[in-house]
């Protein structure tokens, strides 16, 4: 894509809190702290602060949503999406996104050094939940001045944050759009995962989550990543980039890589590996199985929001089926809630969010007019 | 299931063949021999040698198709299937199955003994073919005394060999029944094993193959069977088997199973290793992979074999989906081929076939005896 309308130049920020003896009570009664968190911000923030959109990070992703770093010319990860005249439009909304805690992208995760210590937490980091992640972001939105957020945004695990916002601070924001995510994980998603967290602690290198002095764990985790990215294409997405296309003539090789798919997940496997740390993957996943919204967790009995929906889904997605994206929009309806709904057909899987732009862009953008009072009502698309 | 109408007590058998100078021609290129091939019998051939039915099995099975081993309680895996008055009617028929060459099931593998070096083979082992294991079947068949089989049965990777059988010996078959399987594995189908041939090789036990003096590879397998056993079953069939159930209290244990479907795939992982050879998990998933009839080579132009089909697909089967049934049907249907097709309602996924032994049994019933031509033509579902 190009780099037409980019937010430019952007600097990566931190924001440092939860300073002992005031760390941050967990959902699982510990606590953690110091937090650093890394953000971006792209776009101005209003003098009513009531243009603030906070945009959420799938399991691998991080706080470079936009922009370029200097002296790097790989936009952030949602540049198609944010900038002068995209859909989260820079020239009128002030967008921010933030690293999870657990991760490894510059906010507080197993991979920091324990203040205690003087060494990296490892598996001595508290078991962190996506409530921890929203209830970080909180206090960053506060430190940012703003009281309420005209949006939260993301796709994937980015989805199940947005749907923590709702259940954990329903005053603090107009509008949420959960794009290809769910209430709570299937056996079958809680599977994967697993068969990735086992394939990292299977891997002797990872020792026991005390690898940082020795290089990490390397084949155990490109072997989880390879999984991940079965699981984010589609079948046809698959067979329309690869299909059975040999990689080289090397029949005479035993077990290496004959077919373009497996080079492609191999090479998929190794880059992983160079970015992402071996524990924040054993965490982040965890915190994903843990998840679970459905019944009355997201809107409490006998209370109602005013929260407006746009939930999006992939008709090719078969990791965050659609099915689960209607389950969140029944529960919204049941409960009167103003909710839009599409399933945008497309063949990429539940890579789609990150592909589909033109067809996200078109949502979001008449969305957040209408959020925002500028054209009236929500235009179609409910179930 | 009960053992009521088993074929009672069962010996396994071996044939062996291809003695050196007279080793078997591998469709690599490659020989191979001496072959041994572990088979066991069911019923009893008739005089005209006209009531053999070979039966095929899938990636991890074995020879042991039907009855017990003396002092084992455990029937063979399509126990259900095979016996008096079952569908394959030990009364009326007589069935073979043998195990594949490369598996480590009593037929010769990789870690059989070589006879030049006295060394298990270990990637010594040629790579061989479905062709090649097919090949080994039709000399076993030949030994057997029988000239033409009246079927070949078998789903997954049985199912892939039942195809070959059309492909390579047309003459020698009357009919064929795949089930839940494919003309060529999909890109998708690739990664999969792929990835499950990475985790047992990123093992550091598996020392490029020669583990056999140290033991197995035990968790680099695993893994790789892990990953199987979620494509084995569906979405829905794990909500109804596990949902979100938890194993035990142990929240406050790091990145243990806390979910029941976490502890299922453990275990089945865990006894995997304990009866399958890490090096025949290579040869064989490499042999599905490469495994291609598609276009004129199941069926050479101008050539109409007098072969009958039953195609039978399973709706929740999302690893052999039903469009790769129906790929198969329509290749038949367009060179005229007598081709009865189901696809059985199930939510059992790919392990459907291992399962759905009722409806199974309805329609191999019917097609055997119309094939023997017992009542008539074929009754019904044609696509």
């Given amino acids: 894509m190009s780099n037409k309308n980019s937010v430019g130049k952007i600097d990566k920020k931190y924001f440092n809190f939860a300073e002992p003896p005031n760390e941050l009570l967990l959902e699982s009664g510990e606590k953690l702290g110091p937090i650093k968190v890394a953000y971006e911000t792209y776009g101005t923030l209003n003098d009513d602060q009531s243009n603030a959109i906070l945009v959420e990070h799938a399991f691998s992703g991080d706080a470079h949503a936009a922009g370029c770093y200097e002296g790097d010319e790989k936009p952030g990860w949602w540049d198609d999406l944010i900038g002068p005249g995209k859909a989260l439009d820079t020239d009128k909304y002030f967008i921010i996104c933030s690293n999870v805690i657990g991760g490894c992208k510059g906010s507080t995760g197993p991979s920091s050094i324990h203040p205690g210590t003087d060494k990296p937490y490892a598996l001595t980091f508290p078991v962190v939940t996506i409530a921890d992640m929203v209830k970080v972001q909180k206090h960053l ?19 199940m944050q947005v749907l923590q916002w709702v259940a954990s601070y329903p005053e603090s924001i107009l ?29 002797p290198a990872w020792l026991n989550g005390n690898y940082y002095d020795y290089g990490q764990p390397e084949r155990g985790l490109a072997v989880a990543r390879m999984i991940g990215h079965i699981t984010y294409m589609s079948d046809r997405s698959m067979e329309e980039k690869f299909s059975r296309k040999l990689k080289e003539k090397n029949k005479n090789l035993k077990f290496t890589t004959d077919f373009e798919v497996e080079g492609y997940l191999k090479y998929r ?79 990429y899987g539940h890579d789609a969010f990150l592909v589909e732009i033109e067809k996200e862009s078109h949502l979001i953008r008449h969305f957040l007019r209408s959020v925002s009072g500028e054209n009236g009502e929500s235009d179609g698309y409910s179930i």
Same sequence: chains 1, 2.
Avoid at 141 to 159: P, Q, W, Y
Avoid at 186 to 201: D, H, K, T, W
Wanted: aromatic share 10%.
């Fill in 175 to 203: 509008s949420a759009i959960p794009i290809a995510t769910t209430l709570k994980h299937s056996p079958q998603q809680i599977a994967f995962n697993e068969v990735g967290r086992q394939a990292v602690m299977a891997d």
């Fill in 269 to 347: 496997g190794d880059t992983f590996v160079k970015r992402f740390d071996a524990n924040s993957y054993l965490y982040i996943t965890k915190a994903m199985d843990y998840f679970d919204l459905s019944g009355d967790k997201l809107i409490p009995k006998n209370k109602k929001p005013e929260v407006r929906f746009l939930v999006i889904a992939f008709k090719s997605d078969w990791l965050y089926p659609a099915y689960q994206a209607q389950d969140i929009v029944k529960l919204l309806k049941s409960r009167n809630i103003n909710t839009t709904y599409c399933e945008i057909d497309s063949t």
């Fill in 141 to 159: 939105v506060n430190h940012l001045g703003i009281k309420k957020l005209l949006s939260v945004i993301g796709g994937s695990m980015g989805g």
